[in-house]
């Protein structure tokens, strides 16, 4: 049973910072992809970035590039994003997600968090 948990989230002002979390049960976090997807109201949910499985290579949607950051812990078992320069336009629920390595699109993930809620202010 694979089963993400994420944690962090919160109402922060334009320009300020949060670290997302993300803890999974079942799952080593170092031997597999690992990514944090968003959804804001009426929105699609979209990719945001994510973290390969034993490379740890990193991947970033271009409206995050330079201000987010993904990183994981393997000691802790536990993947972060960390958020930067926030804007309003961040305003979303944050998901967790895990999947096999290699993989590159949402579909593809196939173990998901219940998400967290970052909210920005202007």
């Known amino acids: 049973q694979v089963q993400p948990v994420e944690s962090g989230g919160g109402l922060v002002q334009a320009g300020g910072s949060l670290r997302l979390s993300c803890t999974v049960s079942?799952?080593?976090?170092?031997?597999?992809?690992m990514g944090w997807f968003r959804q804001a109201p009426g929105k699609e949910r979209e990719f945001v970035a994510s973290?390969?499985?034993?490379?740890?290579?990193?991947y970033y949607a271009d409206s995050v590039k330079g201000r987010f950051t993904i990183s994981r812990d393997n000691a802790k078992n536990t993947v972060y994003l960390q958020m930067d320069s926030l804007k309003p336009e961040d305003t979303a629920v944050y998901y967790c997600?895990?999947?096999?390595?290699?993989?590159?699109?949402?579909?593809?993930?196939?173990?998901w968090g219940q998400g967290t809620q970052v909210t920005v202010s202007s």
């Open positions: 997600a895990s999947g096999r390595p290699g993989i590159r699109w949402l579909k593809e993930y196939n173990y």
């Open positions: 079942g799952r080593t976090v170092g031997l597999c992809t």
């Open positions: 973290i390969s499985g034993t490379a740890g290579s990193t």
